[in-house]
């Protein structure tokens, strides 16, 4: 089964930077399609941030020009760069993993991690 550990996230003031990561694990036999981040504030609905397809890369227009999305390690590791923080990005950051296992399509979540903009 595939398992996903974000980390990274905290308390940054406006204006500030925070690196985001998530680890896969279990993935031996399954075949990545889509990587990506979301994330949910309280009270609102579970939107895309930024993610890498089999095409390439899409990332939402509120964080244009001051996030970006980075897969190392032989696409083990996701990493989500932010900069220019601002209050409006608070939320809990989710890494999403979508591929095959066999023919079969799965997508998995991870725990989420808390990011707080806040001066």
């Known amino acids: 089964q595939v398992q996903l550990v974000e980390s990274g996230g905290g308390l940054v003031q406006p204006g500030g930077s925070l690196r985001l990561s998530c680890v896969a694990s279990?993935?031996?036999?399954?075949?990545?399609?889509?990587m990506g981040w979301y994330r949910q504030a309280p009270g609102k609905q579970r939107e895309l941030v930024a993610v890498?397809?089999?095409?390439?890369?899409n990332i939402a227009d509120s964080v244009k020009g001051r996030f970006t999305i980075f897969r190392e390690n032989a696409k083990n590791t996701l990493y989500l760069h932010m900069n220019k923080l601002k209050p409006e990005d608070t939320a809990v950051y989710y890494c999403?993993?979508?591929?095959?296992?066999?023919?079969?399509?799965?997508?998995?979540w991870g725990q989420g991690t808390q990011v707080t903009v806040s001066s």
């Open positions: 890498h397809t089999g095409t390439g890369a």
């Open positions: 279990g993935i031996t036999t399954f075949s990545i399609v889509n």
């Open positions: 999403n993993v979508e591929g095959y296992s066999g023919f079969s399509w799965r997508t998995f």
